[in-house]
């Protein structure tokens, strides 16, 4: 499917990856702001040609410096979302996605009614009519995705997809790209900094950090053995695994139940919980978070000016607090402790 | 004292300076008396008269034709120049940029001397082309553009450069990753996004051509009804008809300001 062998170097980043991505599977690729994902990707789509390497997509090579092959962007079978989307300001929602249509000589009419289709089919009928300007960021998410699909790409390619989403909205529209990215065949790359978002739409990780990739697997492989601080990192984010057990209750293998703030996505779920978001201890906690259980220190590990600790109980997680609150519950291994996390801080997807 | 929380503030202007205020009344006052003084000086009466005259008449046909087909060329030329010198990079371009940039700061009598050497009757081109077809563009109404369009294209290419380069070029990324030829992209993207920057140039432009003088008499001369703009048949009348002259200069700023008032909301900011 996609093989790219890329060397390019841009400003002081020296970017140099080997990424190959399967039909049908999702990749994504994480590293920190300033990795070169961005950069990579471009090289992708054909907008920044590489200075060595080799770029092929359905046997077909893209960009190969050695046989001075590149192919034009325009006659690439890419469909690429950008952050912030760039939908065209003075198009409407349809002629943005009907763009592409034209683009390859549709008649406007059939362009259009095409367009529609798509629209339709993204739960977007009601804003055909309107401006980017007036869409909310979730709609014009969506747009952009109609827009980058309705030319029939064999790879569809995610900058930052939900980077310029507010918290709120982002949940959901995380959940909803998932469901849509799901309805396409070909291969999909995503590119992220947020390991929440890698993980709940990546089949595959792909880790890159300073111009390198660092670790590649998929995302249980990942998170059990980082290869790098960034990795370990992102080993922090617990993932629990549970069924629907009520409208907004996750049941877990254990038994115990945890109340998340939005309707499951379906009847098996996982959750991905930062362990910045969990609250330890002495005593039972009263007031706000309704999720709260009783739970053991297995371990516990300074890391820089952050302490974590792994907790066994009902709850499988590890939780990161400051030095000053390890002091001041006296945590040590054995410690028994409560545990508690708001509803919001859950993040759930279909597993 | 009452608590401010929740009185509502009221928009206060800044207090100027020392003397800034006084300053600025000066600058206004300096762009205003003359026209106060042309107004004043305005034979009301029988300027319906004074406007019909041929002089009048010619004149203004001839600039309002001039100046919209020098703008024309200019656009046609102009943005495609704009373009270049926004988005690619080529030896020479600084260059490029410096010579376009000339006319602005050239004399204008200087630049219809330079039109002459290129495209008089003895011109480097104009020779041999003259010799050839018996085509002589001096002294003619093509002359009149040819001065208008040498003397007004720089403000434009330097408005839209400057507008194309402020647009986000990751919008014609877009259109390419979408199958957008590069025809297709620089029309349905560039441009559109451009716009402002289009409109703003082209009236600068414009103005510019209308206003035309020291190029205009140097290159095409001052025949009436041929290449006698108005602003040559203002000067030409203040000699010998001082109300014509007067009408003249109403026709020219009603006529500036019927084309700038529209557009103001667009190049003036507010």
């Given at each position: 499917m996609l093989s790219a062998v890329i060397e390019v170097a841009v400003g002081n980043l020296r970017l140099e990856v080997d990424l190959e991505v399967d039909e049908g599977e999702v990749v994504a690729l994480l590293?920190?702001?300033?990795?070169?994902k961005t950069t990579a990707l471009r090289a992708i789509a054909g907008l920044r040609p590489i200075d060595d390497g080799r770029i092929e997509l359905d046997g077909c090579v893209l960009d190969h410096p050695a046989t001075a092959t590149f192919v034009a962007t325009s006659r690439r079978p890419i469909g690429v979302v950008f952050q912030d989307y760039l939908?065209?300001?003075?198009?409407s929602a349809l002629d943005n996605v009907a763009f592409g249509l034209r683009a390859r000589g549709r008649p406007r009419a059939d362009a259009r009614a095409e367009a529609q289709r798509w629209l339709d089919r993204l739960g977007l009928a009601d804003v055909?009519?309107?401006?980017?300007?007036?869409?909310?960021g979730g709609q014009a998410q969506r747009v952009a995705l109609a827009r980058a699909l309705a030319t029939d790409p064999r790879l569809l390619l995610l900058d930052e997809?939900?980077?310029?989403?507010?918290a709120g909205t982002r949940l959901w529209v995380r959940t909803e790209l998932r469901r849509h990215l799901a309805t396409f065949d070909g291969a999909r790359l995503l590119v992220t900094h947020d390991p929440v978002d890698a993980l709940v739409l990546a089949d595959r990780l792909v880790i890159l950090e300073d111009g390198r990739i660092t670790q590649t697997g998929v995302p249980a492989e990942v998170t059990a053995r980082p290869a790098s601080r960034y990795a370990a990192q992102l080993v922090g984010i617990n993932l629990l695994h549970g069924v629907a057990a009520g409208e907004r209750t996750v049941r877990l293998g254990t038994g115990t139940e945890l109340t998340v703030a939005?309707?499951?996505?379906?009847p098996e779920v996982a959750i991905a919980l930062r362990p910045q978001a969990i609250a330890l201890h002495r005593h039972r906690p009263d007031g706000s978070p309704r999720n709260s259980w009783a739970a053991t220190v297995s371990e516990v590990e300074a890391d820089r000016d952050r302490v974590r600790v792994t907790l066994a109980g009902p709850v499988p997680a590890t939780a990161e607090i400051t030095p000053a609150a390890v002091a001041e519950l006296d945590l040590v291994a054995g410690t028994p402790v409560w545990a508690s996390v708001k509803a919001v801080d859950l993040t759930t997807y279909q597993r | 004292m009452k608590p401010r929380v929740g009185q509502r503030r009221r928009p206060r202007s800044a207090r100027a300076p020392w003397l800034i205020g006084p300053l600025a009344a000066l600058a206004v006052a300096y762009i205003a008396v003359p026209f106060v003084a042309l107004l004043q000086r305005a034979?009301?009466?029988?300027l319906g008269e004074a406007v019909r005259q041929p002089v009048v008449t010619d004149a203004l046909r001839l600039s309002l034709v001039t100046a919209f087909a020098a703008t024309g060329f200019s656009l046609l030329v102009g943005i495609p120049l704009a373009w270049v010198l926004a988005r690619t990079r080529f030896p020479g371009r600084s260059a490029t940029r410096a010579l376009i940039t000339l006319p602005m700061v050239l004399p204008p009598v200087v630049g219809g001397a330079a039109l002459l050497f290129a495209?008089?009757?003895?011109?480097?081109?104009g020779g041999p082309v003259a010799t050839a077809?018996?085509?002589?563009?001096?002294?003619?109404v093509w002359g009149v553009v040819a001065a208008n369009t040498f003397v007004a294209m720089p403000f434009l290419v330097v408005t839209v450069e400057a507008g194309l380069r402020a647009a986000d070029a990751r919008y014609e990324d877009a259109a390419a990753t979408l199958g957008a030829s590069r025809g297709m992209i620089f029309w349905r993207v560039t441009v559109p996004h451009a716009a402002p920057s289009i409109i703003a140039g082209a009236v600068l432009c414009w103005a510019r051509a209308l206003g035309e003088f020291g190029a205009t008499v140097t290159f095409?001369?001052?025949?009436?009804?041929?290449?006698?703009t108005m602003p040559l048949a203002v000067f030409l009348a203040l000699e010998t008809d001082r109300e014509a002259a007067i009408a003249l200069s109403l026709v020219l700023i009603a006529v500036s300001l019927a084309v700038l008032l529209p557009l103001r909301d667009r190049w003036l900011g507010t």
């Amino acid at each position: 499917m996609l093989s790219a062998v890329i060397e390019v170097a841009v400003g002081n980043l020296r970017l140099e990856v080997d990424l190959e991505v399967d039909e049908g599977e999702v990749v994504a690729l994480l590293g920190p702001n300033g990795a070169g994902k961005t950069t990579a990707l471009r090289a992708i789509a054909g907008l920044r040609p590489i200075d060595d390497g080799r770029i092929e997509l359905d046997g077909c090579v893209l960009d190969h410096p050695a046989t001075a092959t590149f192919v034009a962007t325009s006659r690439r079978p890419i469909g690429v979302v950008f952050q912030d989307y760039l939908l065209f300001p003075r198009l409407s929602a349809l002629d943005n996605v009907a763009f592409g249509l034209r683009a390859r000589g549709r008649p406007r009419a059939d362009a259009r009614a095409e367009a529609q289709r798509w629209l339709d089919r993204l739960g977007l009928a009601d804003v055909a009519g309107a401006r980017p300007r007036s869409l909310s960021g979730g709609q014009a998410q969506r747009v952009a995705l109609a827009r980058a699909l309705a030319t029939d790409p064999r790879l569809l390619l995610l900058d930052e997809p939900l980077a310029a989403l507010d918290a709120g909205t982002r949940l959901w529209v995380r959940t909803e790209l998932r469901r849509h990215l799901a309805t396409f065949d070909g291969a999909r790359l995503l590119v992220t900094h947020d390991p929440v978002d890698a993980l709940v739409l990546a089949d595959r990780l792909v880790i890159l950090e300073d111009g390198r990739i660092t670790q590649t697997g998929v995302p249980a492989e990942v998170t059990a053995r980082p290869a790098s601080r960034y990795a370990a990192q992102l080993v922090g984010i617990n993932l629990l695994h549970g069924v629907a057990a009520g409208e907004r209750t996750v049941r877990l293998g254990t038994g115990t139940e945890l109340t998340v703030a939005d309707p499951l996505p379906g009847p098996e779920v996982a959750i991905a919980l930062r362990p910045q978001a969990i609250a330890l201890h002495r005593h039972r906690p009263d007031g706000s978070p309704r999720n709260s259980w009783a739970a053991t220190v297995s371990e516990v590990e300074a890391d820089r000016d952050r302490v974590r600790v792994t907790l066994a109980g009902p709850v499988p997680a590890t939780a990161e607090i400051t030095p000053a609150a390890v002091a001041e519950l006296d945590l040590v291994a054995g410690t028994p402790v409560w545990a508690s996390v708001k509803a919001v801080d859950l993040t759930t997807y279909q597993r | 004292m009452k608590p401010r929380v929740g009185q509502r503030r009221r928009p206060r202007s800044a207090r100027a300076p020392w003397l800034i205020g006084p300053l600025a009344a000066l600058a206004v006052a300096y762009i205003a008396v003359p026209f106060v003084a042309l107004l004043q000086r305005a034979p009301w009466t029988n300027l319906g008269e004074a406007v019909r005259q041929p002089v009048v008449t010619d004149a203004l046909r001839l600039s309002l034709v001039t100046a919209f087909a020098a703008t024309g060329f200019s656009l046609l030329v102009g943005i495609p120049l704009a373009w270049v010198l926004a988005r690619t990079r080529f030896p020479g371009r600084s260059a490029t940029r410096a010579l376009i940039t000339l006319p602005m700061v050239l004399p204008p009598v200087v630049g219809g001397a330079a039109l002459l050497f290129a495209f008089g009757r003895q011109g480097m081109l104009g020779g041999p082309v003259a010799t050839a077809t018996g085509f002589l563009l001096p002294f003619s109404v093509w002359g009149v553009v040819a001065a208008n369009t040498f003397v007004a294209m720089p403000f434009l290419v330097v408005t839209v450069e400057a507008g194309l380069r402020a647009a986000d070029a990751r919008y014609e990324d877009a259109a390419a990753t979408l199958g957008a030829s590069r025809g297709m992209i620089f029309w349905r993207v560039t441009v559109p996004h451009a716009a402002p920057s289009i409109i703003a140039g082209a009236v600068l432009c414009w103005a510019r051509a209308l206003g035309e003088f020291g190029a205009t008499v140097t290159f095409a001369g001052n025949l009436q009804g041929r290449t006698q703009t108005m602003p040559l048949a203002v000067f030409l009348a203040l000699e010998t008809d001082r109300e014509a002259a007067i009408a003249l200069s109403l026709v020219l700023i009603a006529v500036s300001l019927a084309v700038l008032l529209p557009l103001r909301d667009r190049w003036l900011g507010t």
